[in-house]
């Protein structure tokens, strides 16, 4: 079973940056479509970003374009979601999901009803 694991949450200012880290022990995240969401208190858990497996397709929601990027790094086996010009509306707990492609290798998916695979998430606090 495929179990991705967030690290990189944590407290910072409006205006701050930060990086969230999404890996998998023992499987290849490079055959899978890798999706970011989030979920703030009382609120949908909502699409971030999403990378295709293969050719570095993205999507990202309204709300975070131009701020956030979401890569891969195959070597290290990781998906990154680099996070800037942080605002109190991007608080939440941010979460990493994973699903193999169905029908084409070069498309991600922006809903979270078509991913398999959940890490536990990591709290992103923006607050002065």
């Known amino acids: 079973q495929l179990q991705p694991v967030e690290s990189g949450g944590g407290l910072v200012q409006p205006g701050g940056s930060l990086r969230l880290s999404c890996a998998a022990s023992g499987f290849t995240l490079d055959s899978y479509v890798i999706g970011w969401f989030r979920q703030a208190p009382g609120k949908e858990r909502e699409g971030v970003s999403c990378i295709s497996s293969h050719g570095g397709s993205t999507n990202y929601a309204d709300s975070v374009k131009g701020r956030f990027t979401i890569s891969r790094d195959n070597a290290k086996n990781t998906v990154w979601l680099q996070m800037n010009s942080l605002k109190p509306e991007d608080t939440a707990v941010y979460y990493c999901?994973?699903?193999?492609?169905?029908?084409?290798?070069?498309?991600?998916?922006?809903?979270?009803?078509?991913?398999?695979?959940w890490g536990q998430g990591t709290q992103v606090t923006v607050s002065s």
């Open positions: 999901a994973a699903t193999l492609p169905f029908r084409s290798n070069y498309v991600c998916y922006e809903s979270r009803y078509e991913y398999d695979y």
